[in-house]
């Protein structure tokens, strides 16, 4: 193989790697920033599971207590 071809190769290479970086870096860096979203999303819905078990077992548990003492 000649310096010459071997030089055009290896240019299709970079051109070829500079596209697939142009196409796959933006999509990796949206499936991060989805990732992201998802777990504040579901540590959000998390939180909010918590506090309502909290908030209903509190008044089933007052209920509770009061029809007791009735």
């Known amino acids: 193989m000649s310096d010459e071809r ?3 190769i290896r240019r299709k290479r970079n051109i070829e790697l500079v ?3 142009l ?3 933006p999509m ?3 499936l991060w920033f989805q990732l ?3 777990i504040h999303y579901m540590s959000f819905l998390f939180l ?3 506090f309502t078990a909290i908030y209903e077992g509190s008044r089933w548990i007052w209920a509770f207590i009061r ?3 009735a």
């Open 6 to 8: 071997w030089f055009q």
């Open 19 to 21: 596209l697939c970086l």
């Open 67 to 69: 029809k007791k003492r």
């Open 48 to 50: 909010v599971a918590v």
């Open 36 to 38: 992201a979203f998802l």
């Open 23 to 25: 196409v796959v870096l």
């Open 28 to 30: 990796v860096y949206g």
